[in-house]
């Protein structure tokens, strides 16, 4: 409950205050699915506040968690004692979160050739890069307690809290984006599930992607949002990805390599490079620092 006070605040703040001016769309992924969800009917349930979110998007939602093969595997870990096991551990979980497109699409991007198709600027690039060089520092600082804590406290006591009775009360429009190839959660079939207990959902399948990956290279999902959302188009933004990321595999034998067919295989959602290439050692360059414009009134959680 503490947490979700402290997004209602937050999202508050960003909309002005209770009767403020500015709509908000909320993008919750994984957890994050959990906690915009929780946050949504809490901000419904206030005549205040109600009909200030104008927009949900559950990107691969822990509200099947417990139906997961993370839930099956992750709580034996945080059992294991703090060293190598531990370690051990945490290592073993990791090909729950990627997929088959992951390392090759990485190649290309670091090779130089190839780049996300929302990744159009020198800015966007240095952005990633510096997102990209930040994991490795990230992953040995989850505690074996704060691991444990997490599954039992946001995780499970989450999902068991987030029921049917109470989603079907949500009246936001509700976008749900989920990976096929997700091994974390079973988010394809959760997105079915959702749309169906959901008043004001639709859904939107990510091929080929992961839990980790959803909102990558296979996915451009500012594009979603507007065409979901009709009142964030303007003239010169997409409501889909560039036809360019779209098109049949260049790359015949990769394809076939990563067993892929037709568009959706190991070059969808990357286009050839349309500026110089980016060294990492000016990924904090000032002309870069500036983070790209995510949108006013669009909260990720």
């Known amino acids: 409950d503490g947490l979700v006070e402290r997004v209602v605040d937050h999202v508050l703040s960003m909309a002005g205050g209770p009767s403020g001016s500015e709509n908000v769309y909320m993008v919750g992924e994984s957890f994050g699915g959990l906690l915009a969800s929780e946050v949504a009917l809490r901000l419904e349930a206030s005549p205040k506040t109600r009909g200030l979110v104008k927009g ?29 096991a531990y370690l051990l551990g ?28 929302v990744i159009d600027t020198p800015a966007r690039e240095a952005y990633m890069g510096r997102v990209a060089l930040s994991l490795p ?49 079973p988010s394809t079939e959760e997105s079915s599930r959702l749309c169906a207990v959901l008043p004001r959902c639709e859904r939107f399948l990510v091929e080929g ?17 507007r ?25 015949p034998e990769a394809a076939a390599a990563a067993g892929a067919s037709g568009a959706f295989g190991v070059n969808f959602g990357l286009v050839e490079r349309g500026h110089p290439t980016v060294s990492p050692l000016d ?5 870069y620092l500036a983070l790209p414009e995510r949108g006013r009134g669009i909260a990720r959680f």
């Not at 822990?62 to 059992?79: E, M």
């Not at 997490?150 to 429009?173: C, F, I, M, P, Y």
């Not at 009709?230 to 560039?242: C, F, V, Y």
């Open 56 to 84: 949900l998007v559950l990107v691969n939602p822990a509200t099947s968690y417990l139906r997961s093969a993370l839930r099956a595997q992750a709580p034996k870990v945080s059992g294991l004692p703090e060293g190598p």
């Open 90 to 117: 945490l290592a073993s979980l990791l090909p729950l979160f990627t997929d088959e497109y992951q390392l090759p699409q990485l190649f290309q991007i670091t090779a130089g050739g190839r780049l996300p198709s």
């Open 137 to 185: 520092g990230r992953l040995p600082t989850m505690p074996r307690d704060t691991l444990k804590w997490r599954l039992e406290e946001w995780l499970e006591k989450g999902a068991e809290q987030l029921t049917d009775a109470r989603l079907a009360k949500l009246q936001a429009r509700t976008l749900v984006v989920a990976g096929s190839a997700d091994k974390t959660l």
């Open 209 to 225: 992607a992961g839990h980790s990956a959803t909102c990558g290279s296979r996915c451009d999902l500012a594009a979603l949002l």
């Open 227 to 251: 065409a979901r959302f009709p009142e964030l188009q303007a003239p010169g933004l997409r409501t889909t990805m560039k036809p360019e990321a779209m098109m049949p595999e260049a790359i």
């Open 283 to 287: 990924y904090w360059d000032e002309r």
